[in-house]
């Protein structure tokens, strides 16, 4: 009976490593958080933060849309998919039905959307108990029609917070106030010059202005395509450049427009409401299609990380549009001499944390602005090298 009870004692102790051995490691989820303040919003607080994310990394707030939820959300836009990749933490503020019987973003309610107050203080609440708990440094927001709405009131109140932001299908800041206004920001749209609607921002808060990625569909029975128009003329307003741009391209055959370096947009050609992605495993691919979730073959998520620097590497091909005459993309020039600014707005750098970086070599170009002038030699397609003195 002792050698008996011995070996099943043996047994049991290497079923038990053996087990413990096999068990998958734990990936990381969506989560609910709570205790993030006062929360004068009353909204709910989801996050996803990535295995073994260092401290001090970015920070994302993705905000849904009416009648979605911030998981669904969060995963279905690709969101969940791009931090894992690139390291970064995406938090996902939830409204409640007792706010808002659709689940949108009060973005028309005056008491939600004035600094330091309602929903719009909740949301940089759950910003701050981020920065407590991981350390983030870097944030930035984005969202789809009434989260895109509310991304631009986020945008406007808490410049000091955010460094640039994404606004997918929505509306510019204090469109309108109040439920009936609200509607007609919609349809047919609200139109003014863009020193109205700057004037909208300036007086919401004062503070670095954010760099701003703006996408509509053109077929958009819901949010009038105008107002992709009225989100252009606001934000570039805010951020003292003109409506002209200085890059008028297509990427993914969809026109997109860069102003100032500051300010981008997207016109999804044919698509109604909601947000782009591009299924697959591609490294600029993203996302699930559900409802206001699309398939139009373009990661809005992945474009508007890149656009604020938290993805560098080399951009997607792209076909000019300043000759009409042409079908096809003419051959890049061999070099290329303009600020650090006009390098990243061209797409043949990137930059992170204010330094600029050549795609492609990673070469280091310096501060992330309008003083700092090199030259860079296209050596293969994507592929950029320092070459100031050594080009013709």
Sequence with gaps: MTVLSAILTVLAVVAFVLVGTER???????????????????????????????????????????????????????????????????????????????????WFEAGDIARGSGEALSIKQMVDRMKSDFGSTTAYATGLSAGGAMTSVMLATYPDVFAGGGIVAGIPYRCGV????????????????????????RAAASGPRPKVSIWHGTADSTVRPVNLTELVDQWTDVNGTDQTPEVSDTVAGFPHKV????VESYEITGMNHGQPIDPGSGSTQCGTPVAYILDVNICAAYHMARFWGL?????????????????????????????????????????????????????????YNTFTTHTLKQTSPGYYVIADGACP
């Design 24 to 106: 998958p490691a734990q990936a990381a989820a969506v989560q609910e958080v709570t205790g993030f303040g006062s929360n004068p919003g009353n909204l709910q607080m989801f996050r996803y933060v990535p295995d073994g994310l260092p401290a001090g990394r970015p920070l994302v707030v993705a905000m849904h849309g009416c009648t979605q939820n911030a998981s669904g959300y969060g995963t279905n836009t690709g969101w969940t998919r791009l931090a894992d990749t690139h390291r970064f933490a995406v938090v996902l503020p939830q409204q409640r039905s007792a706010n808002n019987a659709n689940s949108c973003f009060n």
């Design 178 to 201: 109040g439920l009936a206004a609200a509607f007609s920001c919609l349809n047919p749209g609200v139109t003014m010059t863009p020193a109205q609607w700057g004037d909208k921002v």
């Design 259 to 262: 102003y100032g370096s500051v």
């Design 311 to 367: 993805i560098g590497g080399t951009p997607p091909p792209t076909t000019t549009t300043t000759a009409p005459t042409s079908t096809t993309t003419p051959p890049p020039a061999a070099c290329f001499t303009t600020h650090n600014y006009g390098q990243v707005a061209a797409g043949r750098a990137h930059h992170s944390l204010g330094q600029t970086y050549a795609n492609g070599s990673n070469q280091a170009m310096g501060l």
